[in-house]
């Protein structure tokens, strides 16, 4: 009840067809809404709602029958598990019913409108969207209401039908009353049901299957319309598909793959993995192209098919946004590389850099697309110990190798380094680099050279004088360092710079400012 207050006195009574006996009947006593369960035999039934003050308040429907009814006060019908029961008996009718067992009073005669019916529905041509082949017709020339079953279509007036091969799987209704009523659009066909109302109807829908017919019914909200108040045109237009727009590659996962342009929408790759079926999908949003590596999961060393799917931004008579699917459904094959080796870097091993001491990093070379994490392997060669794994837990391509337990100082290494990726998979390792870390005296525990001190060195020492220096930047960029001397008495200081094998890398020979 629209208004909220029951049925006003209004019934509802259900009669066997057979018997003309009544078999159930109810009210609504208070509120907006009642289901009443019903137990009935096979057969078929006539419904008769009304009696009350405010019928023009009542809706009602009858769910879980073949044909199911509904509509407002007045009279209807339905079957249990019993076919063609009702329908047009007069065999000079436009509509005659050869299978019908009850009249229903639905008949119309001549002039026979083909298109009255479903089962005459004119056919429509479909072209790409923003392209109408428009078909016009008169709405008030209709005579049958047809109702298909359908939770939407509730009756309103005598209706026209119309049908069209579906070329993808989306489709945009638009019908224009040029007569000016209240248009009610719908579309049927394959489990979908859609509804539009008002004077100018864009009906967009989506997953429709290629090549199956769907049905539009077109009727007025208010009544069929008078003579000359009917007109309209209605058109159907299929939202185009995409595919691939690039080859089969092969491919990195650090690389662009892209989908045919199609128009503002949505493009969504789905990957299915030819070696085990698995489907890893991916929306482009709001591009046309994806790089592979933002496709969740997809693992490098596969050959795929690849489908398209595309929910077009389009909007209805209204200006609300709707974004119908369109289903690809031509594919292609795609093939990504296996996963590149990743190594320490040149300028982290010990003939590029030397020792690095503890707390300094190391890191691998390239970085490797999709990888969540990395396993480094440290194999001592100084001594003979066993070789120390560690997961870094983070998608960055460098250690700490204070992180990695078990290292120590003045240890020699060889170090391998592998991606990990999502999926748990792991990559092959690099090759080996050398790494030394600086032990408790400053050197790796290899032998090396002696240093001597130099003359004025030792006379320094012996000078007790405790010289104090500022070096920086340190760590340094290689570029320029700056060393500032103070506490020195000499005149003349000699400095020279080492690296951690004790080679002389720098000599100065200095004068003490005053």
């Not at 690039?246 to 199609?262: E, M, N, R, S, T």
């Not at 092959?428 to 240093?451: H, K, M, Q, R, Y």
Request: some cysteine; aromatic content about 10%.
């Amino acid at each position: 009840d629209s208004f909220g207050d029951g049925w006003n006195g209004a019934t509802y009574d259900i009669v066997d067809a057979a018997t003309s006996l009544s078999v159930a009947s109810g009210s609504l006593a208070g509120g907006s809404f009642q289901a009443d369960a019903l137990c009935l035999a096979d057969g078929c039934y006539l419904v008769t709602v009304g009696g009350g003050s405010y019928d023009s308040e009542i809706s009602w429907a009858v769910v879980g029958a073949d044909e199911a009814s509904s509509g407002a006060a007045g009279t209807g019908s339905f079957s249990v598990n019993t076919a063609s029961c009702f329908g047009c008996m007069d065999t000079t009718a436009c509509n005659y019913d050869s299978a019908a067992m009850y009249d229903d009073g639905s008949c119309t005669f001549a002039p026979c409108i083909a298109n009255d019916e479903p089962a005459g529905a004119t056919a429509l041509t479909m072209e790409v969207l923003g392209t109408c082949n428009t078909v016009t017709d008169d709405l008030s020339i209709a005579q049958s209401d047809n109702i298909e079953g359908t939770a939407f279509t509730l009756g309103f007036s005598a209706d026209l039908w119309y049908e069209f091969t579906a070329v993808t799987g989306g489709a945009r209704v638009e019908v224009s009353s040029a007569g000016g009523f209240d248009a009610v659009v719908e579309i049927v066909g394959e489990d979908i049901e859609d509804v539009s109302f008002g004077t100018d109807e864009w009906l967009n829908v989506g997953d429709l299957t290629p090549g199956n017919t769907y049905q539009i019914s077109v009727c007025a909200y208010d009544g069929t319309p008078a003579s000359g108040d009917g007109e309209f045109d209605i058109c159907v237009q299929y939202l185009p598909e995409t595919t691939c727009d690039y080859g089969a590659g092969p491919y990195d996962l650090c690389d662009i793959f892209k989908a045919d342009w199609v128009g503002d929408a949505v493009y969504t790759f789905n990957f299915t993995a030819v070696s085990d079926g698995m489907t890893y999908s991916a929306d482009g949003d709001p591009w046309d192209f994806i790089q592979l590596f933002d496709v969740p999961g997809l693992p490098w060393g596969d050959d795929y098919t690849v489908l398209i799917d595309v929910k077009h931004n389009l909007t209805n008579v209204n200006g609300t946004a709707e974004q119908p699917n369109v289903p690809g459904t031509v594919s292609c094959p795609l093939t990504v590389n296996a996963p590149p080796t990743s190594a320490v870097k040149p300028s982290d091993n010990c003939a590029n850099f030397g020792p690095k001491w503890i707390g300094q990093y190391i890191g691998s070379t390239p970085w490797v697309c999709g990888a969540s994490d990395w396993e480094w392997e440290f194999t001592r060669t100084d001594v003979p110990e066993l070789a120390i794994t560690h997961l870094s837990g983070t998608a960055i391509n460098f250690v700490r190798l204070s992180w990695v337990p078990g290292l120590v100082e003045g240890g020699v290494y060889d170090v391998r380094v592998r991606p990990v990726f999502p999926n748990g998979a792991f990559g092959a390792f690099g090759g080996v680099e050398c790494v030394s870390i600086v032990g408790p005296i400053g050197l790796p525990n290899v032998d090396g050279p002696t240093v001597e001190l130099l003359d004025e060195e030792k006379d320094l020492s012996d000078a007790n004088v405790a010289p104090e220096a500022a070096i920086y930047p340190n760590p340094n960029n290689g570029q320029i360092l700056n060393v500032n001397l103070s506490g020195v008495e000499s005149t003349v200081v000699s400095m020279d710079i080492i690296d951690m094998f004790g080679k002389t890398v720098q000599a100065e020979q200095i004068t003490v400012a005053t």
